[in-house]
């Protein structure tokens, strides 16, 4: 068995993932705050590692809001009979998307919408 040695450019990891980053992508930033948590590419800054921490939670608190918010309307659409909104509620309750995983009320969606031709 023969080993491979990956060098890994720290200096270009840290730069990729700052501009992630700076286009607000949360993993980007979540990224960024474990480089200058474990000085990957970048001295360790704990002020700035901080900050980033606080950042990636308030992102993570503004998506579970509008996931929920997504649930409420499209339940209101899969209430009103529309196969397309039964049929994506079933993927919220298949897949846990603002509201906990019911494979049960999902497989009732999915059927529901089969009937009115939403394959």
């Not at 060098?7 to 730069?15: G, H, M, P, S, Y």
């Not at 921490?53 to 529309?82: C, F, H, P, S, W």
């Amino acid at each position: 068995m023969e080993l491979e040695l990956i060098l890994i450019d720290r200096e270009k990891v840290f730069e990729l993932y700052h501009k992630a980053a700076d286009l607000g992508n949360i993993y980007g930033i979540y990224n960024l705050e474990y480089c200058y948590k474990n000085g990957i590419g970048i001295d360790i800054n704990k002020r700035k590692e901080f900050k980033l921490y606080q950042k990636v939670a308030d992102l993570e608190d503004e998506t579970v809001i509008e996931m929920e918010l997504e649930l409420i309307l499209t339940k209101k659409r899969a209430d009103l009979g529309n196969a397309n909104g039964m049929n994506n509620l079933g993927i919220c309750y298949q897949n846990g998307i603002g509201t906990d995983i019911d494979n049960k009320k999902a497989f009732e969606l999915f059927q529901k919408a089969a009937k009115l031709e939403n394959v």
